[in-house]
């Protein structure tokens, strides 16, 4: 059963702070993962990845995958509190059938 | 283009009461997928299609139909709804390699 583990479940940090959410995954034929951000409502798409130890980035938002381990991480610089939000990772499965399987999320509120 | 649209919005069941969950896409997407989503629990896939006429179970499929006769259209149909199924679902497509775009999410509550 393919299995992806987001770690810490939930974070609090103040405006400023650089924050690292963990991401790793057991699943047969990988193909791809990708992060998400959820506000309020449906999640919109941050990055997918498919290569390892290649940095894929976007203003403070940063991630990378090693595929050797099975994990991926997401940074953010110098947060805002409009970074709090539910960061979801999932992980493409591929094979004959289409399959995205989803961590828990990472819950994480940002203080001013 | 609309994206992925969801209707309705918010709806309120009484136990044992049936109900489809409209979804619909205008990309041409081929893959489309149902998911619930509770707290703490994350996104959990309870079916999906891969192109019109062809449908799978996800991880949490029991209590659910789906049908794909179209490319545009994936409804769910609840059978008889339990307060368990109380939930907010969401629809999602995409084609290819390229990234899933989700709907705006129907918030359901089962009394």
């Known amino acids: 059963e393919d299995k992806v583990v987001q770690s810490p479940l939930s974070l609090v940090v103040h405006e400023g702070d650089t924050v690292t959410l963990n991401c790793s995954y057991e699943?047969?034929?990988?193909?791809?993962l990708l992060w998400y951000k959820q506000e309020k409502k449906a999640p919109t798409f941050l990055f997918m990845l498919?290569?390892?130890?290649i940095e894929k980035k976007s203003g403070r938002l940063s991630s990378i995958l090693d595929k050797k381990e099975l994990f991926s991480i997401l940074n953010i610089t110098a947060t805002q509190t409009g970074d709090s939000a539910i960061y979801l990772c999932?992980?493409?499965?591929?094979?004959?059938?289409?399959?995205?399987?989803f961590g828990k999320g990472t819950l994480l509120t940002v203080n001013p | 283009n609309a994206g992925v649209t969801q209707t309705p919005k918010f709806q309120v069941l009484k136990t044992g009461q049936s109900m489809t969950l409209q979804c619909a896409q205008d990309?041409?997407?081929?893959?489309m997928s149902w998911y619930r989503q509770d707290p703490g629990m994350g996104l959990r896939l309870i079916h999906y299609?891969?192109?019109?006429?062809?449908?799978d179970q996800g991880e949490v499929p029991n209590g659910y139909n789906v049908s794909r006769s179209t490319t545009e259209d994936f409804p769910l149909r609840l059978l008889s709804a339990a307060p368990s199924q109380t939930s907010v679902y969401f629809c999602?497509?995409?084609?290819?390699?390229?990234?899933?775009?989700f709907g705006p999410g129907t918030r359901l509550l089962v009394l």
């Open positions: 990309m041409n997407h081929e893959y």
């Open positions: 699943v047969t034929n990988f193909r791809s």
């Open positions: 498919t290569s390892s130890g």
């Open positions: 999932a992980v493409n499965s591929g094979g004959s059938n289409y399959k995205l399987t």
């Open positions: 999602a497509s995409r084609t290819g390699r390229e990234t899933q775009y």
């Open positions: 299609s891969v192109g019109a006429g062809i449908t």
